[in-house]
């Protein structure tokens, strides 16, 4: 994939909130805004793009983000290899 997500690089900014998500917590949309300086308009059209491949869970009633467990494994995985 390689998109536009405000000018940016949407594979840069996808790894960054991977990277957030990688430890299969929840995670609030503020403290991933925080942490990767996205814009929220950026961070919703990367979630809604997780989303639709079935990579996370979101928390509509929080407004908290996590991996898909097996998504998870299968990152770590390549990680380590």
Wanted: hydrophobic share 40%; aromatic share 6%; net charge negative.
């Amino acid at each position: 994939m390689d998109v536009s997500v405000g000018g940016h690089n949407t594979d840069t900014k996808m790894a960054e909130v991977l990277e957030v998500l990688a430890d299969g917590k929840w995670h609030m949309k503020k403290e991933i805004l925080e942490k990767t300086g996205l814009k929220p308009k950026q961070l919703e059209t990367i979630i809604g793009f997780l989303v639709d491949y079935g990579f996370i869970m979101v928390d509509d009633e929080g407004g908290s983000v996590r991996l898909n467990e097996n998504f998870r494994k299968l990152l770590l995985q390549e990680v380590n290899q």
